[in-house]
Structures are given as structure tokens and as C-alpha cells.
């Protein structure tokens, strides 16, 4: 059992940079593959990046590769997305999901077990 706990949202301006954090409980923080997830209104959940379990590789949208840095801090049992060059159609909000299955990237929300409760991203023009 994985407990996922997001912070660092909040609103920004075009251009700007934000630092989402998710801080897992548990004692197997790292059996799981990490990923990070957004949902904007109206759409689906889509996939935004996702590092494995012992952090050396990484996976990412096309729509964020380049602006978004995904890390994780085994000492911590903290995942983190590092945010740049935000832009308007980033506005989501964005879950922490950690996943127990062996494939290699996992980009499907479908293959995630345990999941945060999102926080809010707003970006303005």
C-alpha cells in the first residue's frame, strides 16, 4: 500500500515555472514506477512523465519534453516535477500515481495502482 500526498500547485503566468511535489508513505516507495498525470476539464487523464524505480530513466509527453523534469528522492520518498515554460494549455489538474508493473515506460493511467488527489495548475496568458 502506497500513500500519495501532491503540493506545489497554484496559478502562474505564461512563462513562468512551477515545482509540483508528491510525497509517498510506505516502506516500498521504491518498488513503484512514478509517474505524473493531468486532467484538464472536459478531457480525458493523459500522461505527462513518469520515472522508474531507481530513477536513472526517465519518460515523457511530447507536449512537455524539454520543459518538464521529472525526479525522485529515494531518502525522501518524494517524486518531483520541475515545470518550466509553462504555457495555457498546461492548466490541469495534476495527480502523482505510482505503479507496481514490470513494462517499461508506463504511460497508460490504467497500469498505475495508487494515486494522489491532484493539485490545481493554472497558467494565465
Known amino acids: 500500500q502506497v500513500g500519495l500526498v501532491e503540493s506545489g500547485g497554484g496559478l502562474v503566468q505564461a512563462g513562468g515555472s512551477l515545482r509540483l511535489s508528491c510525497a509517498a508513505s510506505?516502506?516500498?516507495?521504491?518498488?513503484?514506477?512514478m509517474g505524473w498525470f493531468r486532467q484538464a476539464p472536459g478531457k480525458e487523464r493523459e500522461f505527462v512523465a513518469t520515472?522508474?524505480?531507481?530513477?536513472?530513466?526517465?519518460s515523457y509527453a511530447n507536449s512537455v519534453k524539454g520543459r518538464f523534469t521529472i525526479s525522485r528522492d529515494k531518502a525522501k520518498n518524494t517524486v518531483t516535477l520541475q515545470m518550466n515554460s509553462l504555457k495555457p494549455e498546461d492548466t490541469a489538474v495534476y495527480y502523482c500515481?505510482?505503479?507496481?508493473?514490470?513494462?517499461?515506460?508506463?504511460?497508460?493511467?490504467?497500469?498505475?495502482?495508487?494515486w494522489g488527489q491532484g493539485t490545481q495548475v493554472t497558467v494565465s496568458s
Open positions: 510506505g516502506r516500498t516507495f521504491s518498488s513503484y514506477v
Open positions: 500515481a505510482a505503479s507496481a508493473a514490470s513494462a517499461w515506460p508506463i504511460t497508460s493511467a490504467r497500469s498505475y495502482d495508487y
Open positions: 520515472i522508474s524505480r531507481g530513477g536513472l530513466s526517465t
